[in-house]
């Protein structure tokens, strides 16, 4: 009867014995052919694992020499320190062809089959040590996810874009609600007087915005079967988690609550709010409605407005016209009808539909922003982006991870009463419920 050495991978009871992750035993070929096709066992070679141990007590020590030479002290030894080289301005992809094939080196390095040399090269580990599993993504692949981020968000970059090396950043604003006299700019305001008399004084009032950075995590996991098809794994996981960055952020900057989270145009207290025609279908949106938005946004914001729509409005607007004498005038429609291209604007503003703009009928399918007076920061960071093999290791899953942490909202504290009439105006401006 032939003997085999092997090592547990996970528990394994035999009879009135069990035995603990890591156990090395010796049994017969049959038995040991059953744990390592069921996953519970590997076999074991006492000279391969040590020099595996030899390699890896070989890399902390490198580490560790590299650190120290960095901060200023020295070893007592006579090889000099060995640095890591960054290898992100020579081959920003650290050596490695695809995302998964990277993914493939973490989870052989982590489970002891062998140290690929680009994971030491590459851009970084993450504490410092393979054992973790924490090797971090070289940047090609790391920034190609915020690249494809942004490619795919129509919201959130038109934002005026703030980078933030802290979790709380606070910006001083003139905190200006009316522009009546004595309320331009908070309080500011001028006299005509006679020779002689008296100036009145008055100043300025101050507002704050803080911006304190949320959290926005995506993970997966991936078999180790599929990353180890680099051909069917690919660049998948970094689009599909970009796809998912991307909308979540759009959606935060339309309907965010401010808790955890950016604060929403649709929930910022600078909102002007359009009331629907009397009598108006439900439903529906008219020509009125259009004009009376247009009204209500502040004039020094027509420049930079964009419409945001959910999709369902279309049929609307390109049915949408102004009634002159007893014919009329159609609205959105291009001269040539539906045989031509769509203006895709309405008095110049693009028209950009979204799913974050709720269903028609409610408040909200159609929104009217200026974007640059929404702020939104970022940290300096960027996206964090790690692999690890340790979180479902019993289930042989990799998990990988993107983390970006950010903040936004109106620039506005409120609406603004115009010198002349009581009607408000915003940069931000919504239909009402025709429900």
């Given at each position: 009867m032939t003997i085999i050495t092997i090592k547990l991978l996970a528990e394994w009871s035999v009879g009135s014995d069990t035995f603990d992750a890591g156990t090395v035993l010796r049994v017969d070929e049959s038995t040991a052919d059953e744990l390592i096709a069921a996953k519970t066992a590997e076999r074991y070679d006492p000279e391969a694992e040590a020099k595996a141990a030899e390699a890896e007590a070989e890399m902390v020590k490198r580490i560790?020499?590299?650190?120290?030479?960095?901060i200023g002290e020295t070893e007592e030894k006579s090889a000099p320190p060995i640095t890591v080289h960054d290898r992100s301005e020579d081959d920003p992809t650290g050596g490695w062809k695809s995302l998964s094939e990277f993914g493939a080196a973490v989870m052989n390095a982590s489970i002891g089959k062998g140290l690929d040399d680009r994971l030491a090269k590459a851009s970084g580990m993450s504490e410092g040590i393979s054992s973790d599993g924490g090797f971090l993504v070289p940047e090609e692949f790391a920034s190609e996810v915020l690249r494809k981020a942004s490619d795919g968000a129509v919201v959130y970059p038109r934002a005026r874009q703030l980078s933030m090396s802290s979790n709380t950043l606070k910006i001083p604003y003139i905190a200006e609600a009316s522009r009546v006299d004595g309320a331009r700019?908070?309080?500011?305001?001028g006299y005509w007087l006679a020779e002689a008399a008296q100036k009145p004084p008055s100043a300025p009032a101050f507002g704050q915005v803080e911006l304190n950075l949320s959290k926005l995590v995506v993970l997966m996991y991936a078999t180790d079967e599929l990353i180890q098809d680099t051909t069917a794994l690919g660049g998948l996981l970094g689009e599909l988690a970009a796809d998912e960055i991307s909308f979540k952020l759009d959606d935060a900057v339309i309907n965010g609550t401010g808790a955890g989270?950016?604060?929403?145009?649709?929930?910022?207290?600078?909102?002007?709010?359009?009331?629907?025609?009397?009598?108006?279908?439900?439903?529906?949106?008219?020509?009125?409605?259009?004009?009376?938005?247009?009204?209500?946004?502040?004039?020094?914001?027509?420049?930079?407005?964009?419409?945001?729509?959910?999709?369902?409005?279309?049929?609307?607007?390109?049915?949408?016209?102004?009634?002159?004498?007893?014919?009329?005038?159609?609205?959105?429609?291009?001269?040539?009808?539906?045989?031509?291209?769509?203006?895709?604007?309405?008095?110049?503003?693009?028209?950009?539909?979204i799913e974050q703009c709720p269903a028609l009928g409610t408040a909200g399918d159609i929104i009217l922003a200026d974007m640059s007076q929404y702020v939104f920061a970022q940290h300096s960071a960027g996206t964090e982006y790690q692999t690890s093999i340790h979180l479902k290791f019993n289930y042989d899953e990799t998990a990988f991870r993107w983390v970006v942490r950010v903040d936004?909202?109106?620039?506005?504290?409120?609406?603004?009463?115009?010198?002349?009439?009581?009607?408000?105006?915003?940069?931000f401006v919504t239909l009402a419920t025709r429900a």
């Open positions: 560790v020499s590299t650190v120290k030479s960095e700019s908070g309080g500011v305001r989270q950016p604060l929403g145009v649709l929930n910022a207290p600078a909102l002007v709010t359009v009331a629907k025609e009397v009598g108006q279908d439900k439903n529906t949106v008219v020509a009125e409605n259009i004009m009376k938005m247009w009204a209500a946004l502040h004039s020094r914001s027509r420049g930079n407005a964009v419409w945001f729509i959910n999709q369902s409005i279309m049929p609307q607007l390109h049915s949408m016209g102004i009634a002159v004498g007893t014919g009329g005038l159609p609205v959105y429609m291009p001269a040539n009808g539906l045989a031509g291209s769509a203006n895709s604007t309405l008095y110049g503003a693009p028209v950009i539909d936004g909202q109106p620039w506005w504290a409120t609406a603004l009463t115009p010198y002349k009439g009581a009607t408000p105006v915003s940069p």
